[in-house]
């Protein structure tokens, strides 16, 4: 009974962790990060200023920053929704320490907890130090591995125990495509952070070549002084190119590590094989799409959600190559 409430809270979990990292992709793309200048409140309130006492109650708070309604309430929906996420999972480490005699994971959700609390430090970092990009990609990653460990619990619990398996000895292949996935996850925060999604208008080539002229060093320098606005980025446009042509790069070692295995796992019968390749392909047609159509807003919105997808199959797949009772000849 334990294990069946548990994996019902879990599971609720990974549905509103995909909301959360889709409702971060969103206000990021339409330039709310900073709709409310303060955390966790919104110009001090907790919910957006609308009436003309409150919002001139809120520029004298903040006379640098104006209120933009529209801006402000997707970034407190984010915060909402982040809230009750945290909230769930303090729910779902006391019952797991309530009935820790019970044959249920135990340092799992704790430290799902703590990734969680820090998460909520990083929201506010995300604020206090104005977009700063590595806080924000920080910030991406921790929501991507925090709905991984969601749904490594339901595996855990039992999720996916008659799923049928192919056979064992990809592991090696497997923990790899899992790496790439995550590095190809991280530089996607890392373009989007530092504005770099519009770098190329053109595909498969930018800007009619396919090795233009860039600045590597600029593109990734992680040690960017702290202090500045980084609403709408603060890179030239050749540390932008830089940034979008390793993303493609990275686009193109998924699609051949995460293929390749994809294709293993058909011909092997495992039932994964086909889901895995379905998402790859979706996710590597978003990507082209985001280009072609100049970011439009519901395409770069869903790509984030099928990255968030990909990773889950990868988990999956990861997680019963390395757990050996799951594998059966």
């Known amino acids: 009974m334990v294990r069946k409430r548990l994996l019902f809270l879990c599971a609720s979990g990974v549905a509103l962790a995909i909301v959360v990292v889709v409702l971060g992709a969103f206000t990021r793309l339409v330039d709310a990060g900073l709709g409310c200048p303060d ?16 919002v001139g ?19 407190m929906i984010h915060r909402y929704f982040a809230a009750m996420l945290g909230f769930l999972v303090v729910v779902i ?32 970092w995300t604020v206090t130090l104005k977009l700063w990009p590595q806080v924000v990609t920080a910030h991406l990653l921790g929501g991507f591995a925090t709905l991984s460990l969601l749904w490594l619990m339901c595996l855990r619990l039992g999720v996916g125990v008659g799923w049928r398996v192919g056979r064992t000895g990809l592991s090696p292949h497997i923990g790899f495509g899992l790496a790439v996935v995550i ?19 053109d595909f498969p080539t930018c800007h009619g070549s396919f090795w233009p002229q860039m600045n590597l060093a600029a593109g990734f320098n992680f040690m960017q002084s702290v202090g500045p ?75 984030n959600a099928v990255g968030a997808l990909l990773l889950l199959a990868m988990v999956t797949v990861s997680y019963r190559a390395f757990r050996k009772e799951l594998i059966v000849e």
């Open 229 to 303: 606005n980084y609403l709408g980025g603060m890179l030239d446009s050749e540390a932008r190119v830089a940034i979008q042509v390793v993303h493609r790069a990275g686009a193109g070692l998924v699609l051949i590590v995460v293929g390749a295995l994809a294709v293993r796992l058909i011909r092997s019968g495992d039932v994964l094989g086909w889901p895995l390749a379905g998402i790859l392909a979706g996710q590597i047609c978003l990507g082209i799409g985001n280009v072609i159509w100049l970011l439009p807003l519901g395409v770069a919105t869903l790509h």
């Open 183 to 201: 590095v190809q996850i991280a530089l996607g925060g890392w373009v989007t952070s530092n504005y770099a999604a519009l770098a190329c208008g």
């Open 57 to 75: 109650i809120a520029e004298a708070r903040f006379p640098d920053v104006p209120v933009e309604a529209d801006k402000a309430w997707w970034e």
């Open 39 to 54: 955390w966790p409140g919104c110009y001090g309130f907790l919910t957006v200023p609308e009436t003309p006492q409150e």
């Open 93 to 124: 480490v006391g019952l797991v320490v309530a009935n820790r005699r019970a044959d249920v994971p135990l340092k799992l959700p704790i430290f799902l907890l703590a990734l969680v609390i820090t998460q909520g430090a990083f929201g506010a």
